[in-house]
Every structure is written in C-alpha cells, then in structure tokens.
C-alpha cells in the first residue's frame, strides 16, 4: 500500500519555464511534507517543506504548496534551469509513537533543457 | 559542516555472502537511519537510531539485517546472508533528533550489487 505517490516517472521543460512537480497521499494523519532532490551517485538533498497546518511555503524558485483536503502537494520550480535536472522525491513525516517516520514517493525525474 | 560519510561507496559480493556497510553521521546528530532504495524505488527506512538506541526496526528483515551504533555515533548495517532481492542503494542519514521539522540529511550511499 503506498503512501505517498508521484504518479509522473518523468517531466521534461524548457530552461527559464515553470516546473511543476505533484505528489499524493492517503494518509490524513502525515503532519509534514517534504521535498528531496537527488542527482545521480549522490543521496537525497533536503530541498524544501511545509507543515501540515499552512498551504504554501516559499524559498527563493522554489514554492511548495498544499491542499489537505485534495491529500496533494506540488513543488513549483520557476524559473527552471538545467542544474534543476535531477529526481525529485516527496515524503511524508509521521509520529509512529516513539519517533517520526518518512514514506518517500517513487520520485519524479526532472530534466530542464536547455 | 561535514557531511554523512559511508562507506564502501560500492560492493559486489554473490549471493549467500555477507556484507557490511559504515556510516558516520553529521558531528551531533544524535539520530540516526538507515534506509534501503530499490531501483525505481523512493527510499524505504529499515532502522532508525536516537543515540545507540533502536527506536524502529519494524521493516528491517532481523532473520539477515543487522544494525548497530556503538557508542552513539558510528553505525554499522549487515546483510548474512546476501539474496539477490537485497540488491539496492543503502543510504544512510542523520538528522539532530527526531522531529518532524528536522530534516534528514542523507550521505551518498553504498551500491550493493548480488550476483
């Protein structure tokens, strides 16, 4: 059963448009939400999040928001440039009792063309 | 800041062999996880440590898995004996305690492969 999803493998924009990168989930009781990116041979790099109590979160191009009733966030990466290229996991954060737990998603591969 | 070192950064054993990876985590992190990414897979946790206490090990296969953190800082994950199922990315991250607003901080992980 899978938590968390990113239903799009890929996206692929131009250099300088908007990217747009969607992530569900099904489990209402997920009191973060975060986003990793991870280039190739490398880990996961903590990009952005947002609490479950706000709708948006914004840092410099990247814009993080939240519809709790739609179980659906998006990243919004504007303007796109090609060292944006790389997967791009969501994760949700969960108190498990004793410690806070992440469900990652598949990922997404985003590749920004010049 | 120095970040999650492991290692080694490769390894290729056959199947029914046993193995061992090394992380040393973020200097004062006191949390630390180790989890296992698949290929097409997002990472899926496998243990968590607050000091060298285990506070989850609920997905970790405790018939082959094996995980340590001796003294609070240095982990050390095992796989005896290896399947070819256990093929996969081991990431290991850390994170200063285990709330949900601090993120984890992953290293570069160790590529297992099982012939």
């Known amino acids: 059963d899978q938590q968390v999803k990113q239903n799009s493998p890929s996206l692929s924009v131009q250099e300088g448009r908007i990217s747009i990168l969607n992530c569900d989930y099904t489990?209402?009781?997920?009191?973060?939400f975060l986003w990793y990116k991870k280039y190739p041979a490398e880990g996961p790099t903590f990009l952005i999040s947002?609490?479950?109590?706000?709708d948006k979160n914004e840092d410099g191009r990247f814009t993080v928001f939240l519809n709790k009733s739609a179980k659906h966030l998006s990243l919004h990466i504007v303007p796109s440039q090609p060292g944006d290229s790389a997967v791009y996991f969501c994760?949700?954060?969960?108190?498990?009792?004793?410690?806070?737990?992440?469900?990652f998603g598949k990922g997404t591969l985003l590749t920004v063309n010049p | 800041e120095a970040g999650v070192a492991q290692s080694p950064r490769y390894k290729i054993i056959e199947k029914r062999q046993s193995v061992a990876f090394w992380c040393n985590p973020i200097?004062?992190?006191?949390?630390l996880y180790w989890y296992q990414q698949i290929l097409g897979q997002g990472p899926k946790l496998l243990i968590q440590?607050?000091?060298?206490?285990?506070?989850?090990d609920s997905q970790l296969p405790k018939d082959r898995f094996s995980a340590e953190r001796l003294k609070g800082v240095d982990s050390t994950l095992k796989i005896q004996p290896a399947k070819l199922e256990d093929s996969a990315v081991y990431l290991c991250?850390?994170?200063?305690?285990?709330?949900?607003?601090?993120?984890?901080?992953f290293g570069d992980g160790t590529r297992l492969s099982i012939l």
């Open positions: 440590f607050q000091n060298n206490g285990v506070v989850d």
């Open positions: 991250a850390s994170s200063l305690v285990s709330t949900s607003n601090q993120p984890q901080h």
């Open positions: 489990n209402s009781m997920f009191d973060y």
């Open positions: 200097s004062g992190h006191a949390t």
């Open positions: 994760a949700a954060s969960l108190f498990g009792g004793s410690n806070y737990k992440l469900t």
């Open positions: 947002i609490s479950s109590i706000k």
